[in-house]
């Protein structure tokens, strides 16, 4: 039998946050629904001062409820999942820092990339409409869903064009086109959303993002143990 796929969750846990309870139950669900072994273990952001605590990890989650202890240490996996092709999934305070982690590299940008938003989404839901062909479209089977938030931060508008217009992209907008998902083009799995599809854990339900993360874990090891023996 293979061992667990190993995924580390990054963040700083408290057990008051709804989506920390919630995160463990997703993965859970996802872990049934395809049969496959996982073991999720909490990765302080302050622990994360090298790449040597991600190493253990076949892909990671950069999880809600920043500012986080340490933003270096939250950069730094995220940094990690995107140049060693390691599956990712940010939520909230994840999209957050993916953005500011991938605005690190691009040319016209910089750290102002995250804003207030116009609008704070606390504890609220919203209709999400995803970017068809898209990988968060296919992972919902649909081009619609409702989902819910507890965000106050989110892309500042001003700097949407210099960073979405190369391997990042939008894959979900609000109602009124404002941007709440990206994805890496040429990675095996990297979305990040604002809102928090974890949530739906909560209720029993399995979110189809964290299975879609799930099976992206489960393809890139078993890649990597194809690739190991040949």
């Not at 395809?34 to 090298?50: M, N, P, R, Y």
């Not at 606390?122 to 479209?137: H, K, L, N, P, W």
């Not at 086109?177 to 990206?182: D, F, H, N, Q, W």
């Not at 599809?197 to 979110?207: F, I, Y």
């Given at each position: 039998m293979a061992p667990p796929i190993q995924i580390g969750l990054v963040g700083d846990y408290d057990e008051s946050v709804p989506a920390h309870?919630?995160?463990?139950?997703?993965?859970?669900?996802?872990?049934?629904?395809?049969?496959?072994?996982?073991?999720?273990?909490?990765?302080?952001?302050?622990?994360?001062?090298?790449?040597?605590?991600?190493?253990q990890?076949?892909?990671?989650?950069?999880?809600?409820?920043?500012?986080?202890?340490?933003?270096?240490?939250?950069?730094?996996a995220i940094r990690w999942a995107r140049e060693y092709s390691r599956p990712f999934l940010g939520t909230c305070g994840g999209f957050q820092h993916a953005?500011?982690?991938y605005a690190e590299t691009a040319p016209d940008a910089a750290r102002p990339v995250i804003g207030l938003l116009a609008c704070g989404l606390?504890?609220?839901?919203?209709?999400?409409?995803?970017?068809?062909?898209?990988?968060?479209?296919a992972a919902y089977g649909c081009l619609e869903a409702t989902e819910g938030y507890r965000c106050r931060f989110g892309l500042n508008p001003a700097f949407r064009a210099a960073l979405l217009t190369g391997p990042l992209r939008a894959s979900a907008l609000?109602?009124?086109?404002?941007?709440?998902?990206?994805?890496?083009?040429?990675?095996?799995?990297?979305?990040?959303?604002l809102f928090q599809?974890?949530?739906?854990?909560?209720?029993?339900?399995?979110?189809p993002l964290v299975l879609a993360f799930v099976e992206a874990l489960a393809a890139t090891r078993f890649a990597e143990i194809r690739t190991a023996n040949d």
């Open positions: 309870r919630a995160i463990p139950r997703a993965l859970a669900l996802a872990g049934q629904a395809l049969g496959q072994a996982l073991e999720a273990k909490w990765v302080g952001t302050d622990q994360i001062s090298s790449l040597a605590p991600l190493e990890f076949d892909g990671i989650w950069c999880v809600p409820a920043s500012p986080y202890r340490s933003m270096d240490g939250a950069l730094r953005v500011v982690e606390v504890e609220t839901t919203d209709t999400i409409r995803f970017e068809q062909g898209s990988r968060i479209a609000d109602a009124a086109g404002e941007v709440r998902a990206v994805e890496l083009d040429s990675h095996p799995f990297f979305v990040a959303t599809p974890e949530r739906k854990a909560l209720e029993g339900n399995t979110p």
